[in-house]
Structure formats: C-alpha cells, structure tokens
C-alpha cells in the first residue's frame, strides 16, 4: 500500500459512572467507527465542532490513547497494540503540534534545550553537531538561531508555535498530527503559521493530519477534508470538491459559516443551530437528526454510514436517490 496511515474503523469508548458504587449509566461513545486514509505528502483536514472526538483520533494514531477497536496502520504495519518498547522506532516518525504553544513548552527551558532535547534523548547528535542542527531547525521555522538562549515567555505566540514545529521537525518525521494549532493565535497570525506549515510540507514532503474546528482554517493547507459529528465522520472528499460540492447537511452549515472572500476572517454566523448531542448514548439513527433541516422519519431510526469512492457521504439523503453514487 503506498498509504503512510491507515486507520480502520477506530473506536474510543469510555464507560460513564455514578454513584457512591460507580455504576455504569452509560458509554461515551467518543470515537464511532472512524476510518481514513492518508498518504505520503498529503494532509488530511479533520474538522468538527468542540467534543466530536477529532482529539481523540488524533492522539489514537499517535499511541497516546488506547484505542477500544479499530486498526492503525503506518507503513502498512500494524501499530495498534504495539508495546512501548515496539513502538519506539514508530515514535520517531509520528510527531504532534497542539493547540496551545504555551501550554507544551516547558518555561523553565530555554527554545534552543526545548528543540533540542528530543534530537538528544534519540542520542542522534551531541555538542556543536546538536546546537547546528537547533539553528538549523530554528532557521527552518523562520526564527532567528540567536533566539535559542530565550525562554518561551520571550516569544510572542506565533513564534511559540514556531518553536513547537520546530520540535516536531527535529526527528524528521513522516506524519504531524496538528491538534488546532492556529486556534490559540491572533486571526493575523494563523496564515502566518499555516504558510509555514505548507512551505514545510513542500521542503520536506512529510504528511500532516490537521485537526480544526471549522472549515475555514483547513481551506488553504488540506488535500482533502474529513467531517466529523459526534465520534463518525460524514463526509469526506478532495477539498477543492468538498467546498464546490458538499453533500452532507452538516457540512453545508458548517460552510455557509465560512466567509469565502476571506476564510480566515472571523465568522458571521453561528455553525449551526441547536447543541451537539452529548456522545453518552447518542441519538439513535442519524446522530445529525437532531439539528437537521431535512431530517426524515426514517433518519431517527436508521444510520447512514459513509457511501462513495472519493467523495464519500453518510447520509440518507444521498441513498437510493441517485444523486450520491
Ligand atoms: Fe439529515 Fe437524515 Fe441525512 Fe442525517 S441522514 S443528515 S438526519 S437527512
Ligand atoms: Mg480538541
């Protein structure tokens, strides 16, 4: 298979408990049978609202979080229930930038011992050769080699997520997992960041996995795009056709939240109307049935699952009508 990452119907499910005997009243069903593929170069959006389980597949393909069911393949070898030991290696080519470039960085550290310490513990370079390579990547992420000596809250936060790319590119990875990197940044600042990503990508031809909660943030940086509600993804297509020529009910909203002129300007209507359904026992049928507009009777009881080849949708809308195969 020429695909670095392959995830087969992952599921994370967490039991719910209360009471003073800590019975189970229910099963959080956090991620619902998720499957996507990505290939070398690539990046894959994966876009959902707040608690549609994006995190918890993110941190599943990195081993971070034990997956319930479900395959993750890398390189076509199966690292699902690889022990710490097996997995080493793999750790190596897996690498994530999170949401909050504050939060990650160690502030006792100085930028230049945070970029260099996983180069280090790897045991891959030492003395001059290791403070080269952290000027290098320091150069690599558009920061400048004397800033090495400065600690994280010397930084304004776009260069602070400089400094966590420039962690992430130090074991020259195969795959980045980005958990909302721009989230936590000022508007003029996201593009900034995400040029960088793409430039990256282009040097380095490594994959990115890129977690966001609206469409707007994935649009310049994704090949494809991946919609997730409540634990499953709905849709999923090459981006420039997801955009064009989007199938799912959720998708449409979420897009019609997106101003096109200006995607990363800020948003002038809410996602969506109504609230997320808790993912505790979720609704039966279509989790969407709840919120949307062209639900039917048949909706509440029978859940669509993703049809199509390269654009795929699961929705019920789309079977038996024509218009989705
Ligand atoms: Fe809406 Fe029904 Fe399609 Fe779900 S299956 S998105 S409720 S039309
Ligand atoms: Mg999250």
């Not at 230049?112 to 690599?140: K, N, S």
Request: proline share 6%.
């Amino acid at each position: 298979s020429k695909m670095l990452l392959e995830v087969t119907d992952l599921r994370k499910h967490y039991p719910v408990r209360a009471g003073v005997l800590r019975r189970q009243v229910g099963t959080v069903h956090s991620v619902d049978g998720v499957s996507f593929s990505l290939g070398a170069g690539e990046t894959l959006g994966l876009v959902g609202e707040s608690g549609c389980g994006k995190s918890t597949v993110a941190r599943s393909v990195l081993r971070l979080v034990e997956p319930t069911s479900g395959q993750i393949r890398l390189d076509g070898e199966d690292i699902t229930h690889l022990s710490k030991t097996a997995l080493r290696p793999h750790r190596r080519s897996m690498q994530i930038v999170f949401q909050d470039p504050f939060a990650s960085l160690n502030p006792r550290m100085t930028a230049g011992d945070i970029v260099g310490e996983p180069i280090a513990v790897h045991g891959l370079a030492t003395g001059q050769a290791l403070e080269a390579r952290v000027a290098q990547l320091f150069e690599q992420v558009g920061l400048r080699p004397d800033q090495m000596r400065n600690f994280p809250h010397q930084f304004s936060g776009g260069q602070r997520q400089r400094i966590c790319i420039a962690r992430a590119l130090a074991l020259e990875p195969r795959l980045i997992v980005c958990d909302e990197p721009v989230s936590a940044l000022d508007v003029s600042i996201q593009a900034q960041v995400i040029n960088l990503l793409i430039d990256l990508q282009k040097q380095h031809g490594f994959s990115y996995l890129f977690i966001a909660h609206d469409l707007a943030v994935v649009a310049h940086i994704s090949h494809r795009v991946a919609v997730m509600y409540l634990g499953r993804i709905v849709e999923i297509a090459g981006k420039d056709e997801l955009f064009r020529n989007p199938r799912h009910p959720y998708t449409q909203a979420l897009l019609a939240s997106v101003p096109i002129a200006n995607p990363l300007a800020k948003k002038l209507a809410p996602l969506v109307d109504g609230d997320v359904p808790s993912p505790v026992n979720p609704p039966r049928g279509c989790a969407f049935h709840t919120r949307c507009r062209f639900a039917m009777e048949r909706c509440r009881t029978e859940r669509p699952v993703l049809k199509g080849n390269e654009h795929q949708v699961a929705c019920l809308l789309n079977e038996g009508t024509g218009r989705g195969q």
